[in-house]
T-cell receptor, first 114, second 114 residues
């Protein structure tokens, strides 16, 4: 597709439940990024992929968070045993290739942990 | 440790006038700088970028200036239009932009007054 598609748009989970977010990057884009935006402002980098391979996971919390990008499937970000502090908007972005500055963002998934 | 700073949380400008949004950074390894625009409930949209080898880049009503020695960049919008009302994020990347993560500032909310 011509846009980064994120589902669902909103997700509500009770504390301790699992949350799974999906992202379909733009067709032909090699790189996928996940960012977490808390308090409406600060974007925190979580993880990036080059095709199916983890490229940079320096922002991923060591526990409870995992992500995958498998062939012919949307990428996913999974949070096990959600906590109140995981409430945020999670954005996925994709870019074509190296030396291409424009990363295209999806509309985000708002996760609310209650 | 906020490596990219936008010190003005908000800015109001009369329609037709110039809007100037500022951004400072601390990490001298940053090599590429981008501006994104964000409307509520949407993902950030790429506006304009600049490489550290340049001091100015222009695209229509948008111009970005980079002062590398001062570690400062600014976005000029001339003339400002009501549709420019949004939150603007400054972002920075290392030299391998496209596959590197972006480090974002906390954003400046621009309001254009008709």
């Amino acid at each position: 597709g011509e846009e980064v598609a994120q589902t669902p748009k909103h997700l509500v989970r009770g504390e301790g439940q699992k949350a799974k977010l999906y992202c379909a990057p733009i067709k032909g884009h090699s790189y996928v990024f996940w960012y977490q935006q808390v308090l409406k402002n600060e974007f925190k980098f979580l993880i990036s992929f080059q095709n199916e391979n983890v490229f940079d996971e320096t922002g991923m919390p060591k526990e409870r968070f995992s992500a995958k990008c498998l062939p012919n499937s949307p990428c996913s970000l999974e949070i096990q045993a959600t906590k109140l502090e995981d409430s945020a908007v999670y954005f996925c972005a994709s870019s074509r290739q190296d030396r291409d500055p424009e990363a295209f963002f999806g509309q985000g998934t708002r996760l609310t942990v209650v | 440790d906020q490596q990219v700073k936008q010190n003005s949380p908000s800015l109001s400008v009369q329609e037709g006038r110039i809007s100037i949004l500022n951004c400072d950074y601390t990490n001298s390894m940053f090599d590429y700088f981008l501006w994104y625009k964000k409307y509520p409930a949407e993902g950030p949209t790429f506006l304009i970028s600049i490489s550290s080898i340049k001091d100015k880049n222009e695209d229509g009503r948008f111009t970005v200036f980079l002062n590398k020695s001062a570690k400062h960049l600014s976005l000029h919008i001339v003339p400002s239009q009501p549709g420019d009302s949004a939150v603007y994020f400054c972002a920075a990347s290392g030299p391998n932009f496209g596959n590197e993560k972006l480090t974002f500032g906390t954003g400046t909310r621009l309001t254009i007054i008709p």
